[in-house]
């Protein structure tokens, strides 16, 4: 059995900055590639960024890019998504996801095991 944990959501200002953290147990960390996802109210859920299980090879959706920063450490068995510059547009239920079969996964039927989710809320 895997599972996914993530933390680090919250309500911030505009501007302001995030990390989201996702502790992934159950399984051999290192064999998963990692990604995450959003769903806001009233939408679908949308791909935001994944990483390779080596960390060499990040995927960004285009409307978080240069905002947005996806890491791992395979020692701690978590990923992490650094969230900065916030705008109002982010606000979402953020979701981890790990992926044993493709090198990159980006789309959410890639991956296999999913965490609960996270909140962020972004005032303007």
């Known amino acids: 059995q895997v599972h996914l944990v993530e933390s680090g959501g919250g309500l911030v200002q505009a501007g302001g900055s995030l990390r989201l953290s996702c502790v992934v147990s159950?399984?051999?960390?290192?064999?998963?590639?990692l990604g995450w996802f959003r769903q806001a109210p009233g939408k679908e859920r949308e791909p935001v960024s994944s990483?390779?299980?080596?960390?060499?090879?990040?995927y960004y959706a285009d409307s978080v890019k240069g905002r947005f920063t996806i890491s791992r450490d395979n020692t701690k068995n978590t990923v992490y998504l650094q969230i900065n510059s916030l705008k109002p547009e982010d606000t979402a239920i953020y979701y981890c996801a790990a992926d044993v079969v493709n090198l990159l996964p980006t789309k959410a039927h890639e991956f296999e095991y999913w965490g609960q989710g996270t909140q962020v809320t972004v005032s303007s």
């Open positions: 159950g399984r051999t960390f290192g064999s998963f590639a």
């Open positions: 990483i390779t299980w080596s960390g060499g090879s990040t």
